[in-house]
């Protein structure tokens, strides 16, 4: 069964410094594995979509990178702002069943001004 | 193209009463899910639908919680009676066929 780690748990960075969340899985039979912003009390917002071919996916400030081989992913965030203050997730689909998640238990993120 | 829409935002009820949460997804999307999101926690499947079928209910505590998913289309996740561990954030989300998926706003549910 795949499992979906994310460490570290929490991270508090001053404003505008560059910062890398991790996540790793087990099995690196995936589909595809997509990154996820939760705001308190709030859904889940789709950030990054990176298919089980590709490198990495880049949006804005954002750039997500996937290693199959060694079971990681990272969110890269360029010069973060107090709004970027949430909890990121990553979430694993398997190749042998695409339509299944895997979710790790994320990284909550604070940003100080 | 609209979003993943869910009602109520937020539910308060007594231990044993019953609850139920509705869930519209995206036009055209096959496959619909309902997390239950504990604080702090990642999302946790409860139950998958492909079109109007159950494609994964494992981890839905059926002597309690029940779904259903009419014309393949909207949702409804019901809960009687409520414990009060039911406490938590209920997601739905939906997909086609692998690729992104799309989540509501979610419904909190504080179970007193």
């Known amino acids: 069964k795949q499992e979906v780690t994310q460490i570290p748990a929490a991270l508090s960075v001053p404003e505008g410094e560059n910062l890398v969340l991790n996540c790793s899985f087990t099995?690196?039979?995936?589909?595809?594995l997509q990154w996820f912003r939760q705001d308190p009390g709030k859904g889940l917002t789709s950030l990054l979509l990176i298919q089980s071919s590709q490198r990495e996916q880049t949006s804005g400030r954002l750039n997500a990178s996937l290693d199959k081989s060694s079971g990681r992913s990272t969110l890269y965030i360029a010069a973060s702002q107090p709004g970027d203050s949430a909890t990121y997730l990553c979430a694993v689909r398997p190749l042998y069943n695409f339509n299944k998640f895997y979710f790790g238990s994320g990284t909550k993120l604070n940003v100080k001004p | 193209e609209a979003g993943v829409a869910q009602s109520p935002r937020y539910k308060i009820i007594e231990k044993r009463q019953s609850v139920a949460f509705w869930c519209n997804p995206i036009?055209?999307?096959?496959?619909l899910y309902w997390y239950q999101q504990i604080l702090g926690q990642g999302p946790k499947l409860l139950i998958q639908?492909?079109?109007?079928?159950?494609?994964?209910d494992s981890q839905l505590p059926k002597d309690r919680f029940s779904a259903e998913r009419l014309k393949g289309v909207d949702s409804t996740l019901k809960i009687q009676p409520a414990k009060l561990e039911d406490s938590a954030v209920y997601l739905c989300?939906?997909?086609?066929?692998?690729?992104?998926?799309?989540f509501g706003q979610g419904t909190r549910l504080t179970v007193v």
């Open positions: 989300a939906s997909s086609s066929s692998g690729q992104r998926a799309f």
């Open positions: 099995d690196s039979a995936i589909y595809n």
């Open positions: 036009s055209g999307h096959a496959t």
């Open positions: 639908f492909q079109n109007n079928g159950v494609v994964d």
